[in-house]
């Protein structure tokens, strides 16, 4: 499982998760990990979208008020909505310089630079649904990347 899911990242163009947290045991935590303490501080509409939640009034409501209530937290709010997998910091690192042969679409060589990443919040119920995720918005922020390039020149 472990080479699959490496063999899935190499074709991110470097892609990286940074941090990672399992919803289902964050509840039982004396305190908060460092993702979901800057998750919690992430814009409501943000947070709806990366868990597919509503993106209104009531539930940015319900959000604050898990965040501000000392006795809960955004993870058991998350739980309470059966949210109990994978909650992960993505780096996305930039891709530049793209070289392409015979006006081709696709770039034959670019650069990446590891330095200036996207960083991305991704949630998934589970490990291999992560990686689809993290694969999709990688293809997304190259093909962003080519588009931008290629609008230069």
Known sequence: MSKYLSDKLETTSGAYID???????????PGKSDVIEDFENQPFE????????QNNEKVHNLIKNAIDDEDESLAILMHQNRKNGFLATVHF???????????????????VSQ?????????????????????????????QAIEKETQKN
């Open 19 to 29: 941090e990672l947290c399992i919803i289902a045991s964050e509840i039982f935590k």
């Open 46 to 53: 943000k947070v709806c979208n990366v868990l597919d939640w």
């Open 93 to 111: 690192p930039k891709c530049s310089d793209f070289h392409f042969i015979n006006n081709e679409k696709e770039p034959k060589r670019w650069q």
């Open 115 to 143: 330095g200036v990443c996207t960083i991305a919040y991704i949630y998934a119920d589970c490990i291999a649904e992560l990686f689809d995720k993290i694969v999709a918005q990688s293809e997304i922020y190259f093909e």
